[in-house]
Structures are given as C-alpha cells and as structure tokens.
C-alpha cells in the first residue's frame, strides 16, 4: 500500500528566504506526483505535476524534482513571499492505480514579512 | 483547464440528517472522485463517480453511507447519510480531463451538530 510522507509537517521562514519541502513515497511504482496548494477553507490548486519519466518541473519561482528510485520528491520556492503561506501537499498515482492519488499530510508554510 | 463550481461550500447539519452535495463542471471530464479531508488529515479517497453505473468505492467507505450519483459527464452528487459528528470534514470533488492534471473544487466544508 502506497504511503505518502511529508516533512516538515509545518516551516516558519522570513520573507525572501529560499527553502525546501520534502515529499517521499514507499512504493516508487508510481505514474506521477503533483504537488499542490492549499489555502485555509478552499480546495486545492495544482501546482506541479511530474511524470515519472521525468526528473524535475519548475514553474516561476517554484521547482519540484523527483527522484523515483529512491522514493523522494523536492518542492523548492525560490525568494518566499507572504503570499506563500498555505498548505502545501504532494500526492502520487501508483501504477496500475487509475489516477487514484495518495496524499501526503502536509506541510503547513508560514512566510513572515 | 475544467472550472469546477461545488456547492454548498458550507453547512452545519443536525446529527442523522443527509445532506447532497453537488459537483458541476463546466466541460466534460473523463474522471470525477470523490475525496474527504478530516480535521488535521490529509485527503482520503471516498470513490471514483462511474458516469451510468455504480461508483467504485474504496476501502473503507460504503454505498450506504456515501452515495454517489454521476448521470453525465459534467456533473456528480455525493450523500453523507445519516450523519455524525465524525463526518465533519471537508468534502471536495476533483475531475481529470484529456492530458489535464488532477483539478480538485473549493470543498464543502461540513460540519455536524
């Protein structure tokens, strides 16, 4: 059974600072991982979405990687801004798992002005 | 990508009521889930909305508890039955299109009395 684990559950940085969100999943048969936003009472936005033949994605200040073989995702934002601050959220679909993701629980980002 | 409108966003229900919430898309999507968010959780899969037939419901969840109805390619209902305050929870709907990511709506966010 697939599992999804996000570390850490909750950053606290000032704003500008570059940093870095873990992702990682047991089983690296996996289709692909997204990772996305969550802002308190909405749903979620995606914001990247890697296939498992690929090894990173960026969009703007965002770059996610994946490693397959070792079972391990980045989500790097660049110059972090208040606007930032939300939930962030990796999930991926297993093989054979008909676009069934499996989530992680979260990392909870607060950027500080 | 689709633009997913779910309604309500919000409700406090009384213990052993019902309540149908709505997912409505505004073009047609190959697949439509079912998702729950318990407070402090991540996402758990619910079931995937078969369009004509009956959804197919993960481990966990039942047909009496959480039925499902998709009569077409745009649009999904899903029943909390006889609730309880342990299905207070945010309940979202996602859909994916033809070579479209994942795309989740902004939640209905439940509460149970």
């Known amino acids: 059974k697939q599992e999804v684990t996000q570390i850490p559950a909750a950053l606290s940085v000032p704003e500008g600072e570059n940093l870095v969100l873990n992702c990682s999943f047991t089983d690296s048969a996996i289709y692909n991982l997204q990772w996305f936003r969550q802002d308190p009472g909405k749903g979620l936005t995606s914001l990247l979405l890697i296939q498992s033949s690929q090894r990173e994605q960026t969009s703007g200040r965002l770059n996610a990687s994946l490693d397959k073989s070792s079972g391990r995702s980045t989500l790097y934002i660049a110059a972090s801004q208040p606007g930032d601050s939300a939930t962030y959220l990796c999930?991926?679909?297993?093989?054979?798992?008909?676009?069934?993701?499996?989530f992680g629980k979260g990392t909870k980002l607060t950027v500080n002005p | 990508s689709a633009v997913i409108s779910q309604k309500p966003s919000r409700d406090i229900c009384q213990r052993g009521t019902s309540l149908t919430i709505q997912c409505q898309v505004d073009?047609?999507?190959?697949?439509m889930f079912w998702y729950r968010q318990q407070p402090g959780q991540s996402l758990t899969l619910i079931a995937t909305?078969?369009?004509?037939?009956?959804?197919?419901?993960e481990s966990g969840f039942v047909i009496d508890k959480f039925p499902i109805s998709r009569p077409n390619l745009t649009f999904s209902t899903l029943t909390v039955s006889n609730m309880s305050p342990e299905d207070s929870s945010i309940y979202l709907c996602?859909?994916?299109?033809?070579?479209?990511?994942?795309?989740f709506g902004d939640g209905t966010r439940l509460s149970i009395l």
């Open positions: 073009s047609q999507v190959t697949m």
């Open positions: 999930a991926v679909i297993t093989q054979g798992g008909s676009e069934k993701l499996v």
């Open positions: 909305a078969n369009q004509g037939s009956e959804a197919t419901y």
């Open positions: 996602s859909v994916v299109g033809d070579n479209q990511p994942q795309h």
